[in-house]
C-alpha cells in the first residue's frame, strides 16, 4: 500500500518504504482524526471570531460601548475638540477629526477583532476587542 512517497536524508529509501507500507487503516484513520481535530482546535480558540460591538476610549470619559449592527454617528469630545464617528454594516471608522495631520480618518474601517485607530492629538480611540480569552501570550 504506497500511499505518500518522500525521502529525507534522514531515511534511506527502504526504511522509508517500510515504514510507509506498514501504515494500517486504522493508522490512516488516527491520523486524518488527528489533523481534524488539529484544524477545529486552532479555529475555536484562536479563530476570527467577530465581534458586535466596539469599545471607545477618550482621556476624560469612562469607555464607551457601541453596537456595530445599529447604523449611527457618534460625537466624542477629545481634548482638542470633537471626533465624529461612523457605524455601518458591522464596523467604524473616525469620518471627522480636528487634528491636523488626520491619520485616523484616513486609517478607514475597522472590521477585524483584535484592532484600533486612535486619534493621539485628541486623545480618542476606538478598539474591536478579542472574541476569545486566550491569546499567544496569557494562555
Known amino acids: 500500500m504506497k500511499i505518500f512517497r518522500f525521502h529525507t536524508k534522514y531515511f534511506d529509501k ?47 470619559r469612562v469607555a464607551q460601548t457601541i453596537n456595530l449592527n445599529h447604523p449611527q454617528q457618534i460625537t466624542i469630545q477629545g481634548s482638542i475638540g470633537e471626533n465624529k464617528i461612523e457605524v455601518m454594516d458591522g ?27 486612535t486619534c493621539l492629538p485628541n486623545q480618542v480611540s476606538i478598539e474591536l476587542p478579542h472574541a476569545n480569552k486566550f491569546d499567544s501570550i496569557s494562555y
Open 14 to 60: 527502504k526504511t522509508t518504504e517500510y515504514v510507509l507500507n506498514s501504515l494500517t487503516i486504522a493508522d490512516l484513520i488516527i491520523l486524518g482524526l488527528s489533523f481534524v481535530l488539529i484544524i477545529w482546535l486552532y479555529s475555536h480558540y484562536w479563530g476570527g471570531k467577530t465581534l458586535n460591538y466596539a469599545v471607545i476610549l477618550s482621556s476624560d
Open 91 to 117: 464596523r467604524i471608522r473616525f469620518i471627522e477629526s480636528p487634528c491636523k495631520q488626520q491619520y485616523c480618518v484616513h486609517a478607514g474601517w475597522l472590521t477585524n477583532t483584535k484592532s484600533f485607530i
